[in-house]
């Protein structure tokens, strides 16, 4: 039986680890061939620690054993030039382009008036404006297919609801959602579908890490996962602290396949109803 992308080609930023990997993986389960794209480097004002190339290596090598095919690049998805050169050689070593994941993203906290204009222009410069430069450097491919295709962001409930500490982060989420559904109007024509998954908390490096435990329980010296998990667990409907990539990459799957076929300019959530508490 066919999987429900079966030869097609998907690109996926920041997929090294975490959600970007499980999108690839998914993707790859069901037939579609993978260009995933990582910056693999440390990126200033981030507190934690960004992907490395062993991880990039790791997501290929399970893509592989799936028996699809993928081409790896490292690029920051700030560098339009290094983008449209790996697209463009990813495309002509798999032939075509039918799904973008639009997924790379980093987080990092402060109190708006104590935000630095670097800690600003590096997470909206990587959350938001690094997703108009996927769809740049992407969309000439998807448009020369003449199949139509499938657009989807990695948004985030805080970009709906907003949370203290994360202005630039509420405020980079936020705008995906104008930019989805402005694509949506320009692209619908070309039958090509533009969404936007909102997670909530997922459990990844960029959750699990210190600074993000003392954001949440700042009344702790040391918190731990534990301690974080109790905080987590009182912000959402469901009694779940987080949810896991594979929840979000099967919604990932579900909007790339013809399943969705008529699925555009919708912001789902993958919340556990954090978005209704």
Request: with cysteine; proline share 4%.
């Amino acid at each position: 039986m066919a999987g429900r992308v079966e030869g097609k080609v998907a690109l996926v930023t920041g997929a090294a680890r975490g959600q970007g990997r499980a999108h690839a993986l998914r993707l790859a389960s069901e037939g579609a061939d993978i260009i995933a794209i990582d910056n693999c480097k440390d990126v200033d004002t981030i507190p934690y620690g960004g992907a490395t190339s062993d991880e990039l290596n790791e997501t290929a090598a399970g893509v592989e054993a799936s028996g699809r095919r993928i081409v790896t690049h490292e690029v920051d998805v700030r560098d339009l030039a290094g983008l449209e050169s790996a697209v463009k050689d990813a495309v002509g070593r798999l032939g075509r382009l039918d799904i973008v994941a639009a997924n790379a993203g980093v987080s990092s906290f402060a109190a708006t008036l104590d935000m630095t204009e670097d800690q600003w222009d590096t997470l909206v410069g990587i959350n938001l404006t690094g997703v108009w430069k996927t769809c740049k450097a992407a969309l000439p491919h998807l448009l020369d297919g003449g199949v139509g295709g499938s657009i989807i962001f990695t948004g985030s409930g805080a970009g709906v609801k907003g949370f203290a500490n994360i202005g630039h982060y509420a405020a980079a989420k936020s705008g995906l959602l104008g930019l989805m559904r402005t694509l949506t109007n320009e692209l619908g024509p070309h039958m090509i579908r533009v969404n936007c998954i909102l997670p909530t908390t997922v459990s990844t490096p960029m959750i699990h890490n210190d600074a993000t435990y003392r954001l949440f329980a700042p009344g702790i010296e040391h918190p731990t996962r534990d301690d974080f998990v109790a905080v987590m667990c009182g912000l959402h409907a469901l009694p779940i602290p987080w949810v896991e990539t594979s929840d979000i990459a099967n919604a990932l799957l579900f909007l790339a396949s013809d399943d969705a076929r008529y699925v555009t300019g919708v912001a789902l959530p993958v919340d556990a109803g954090i978005l209704v508490r």
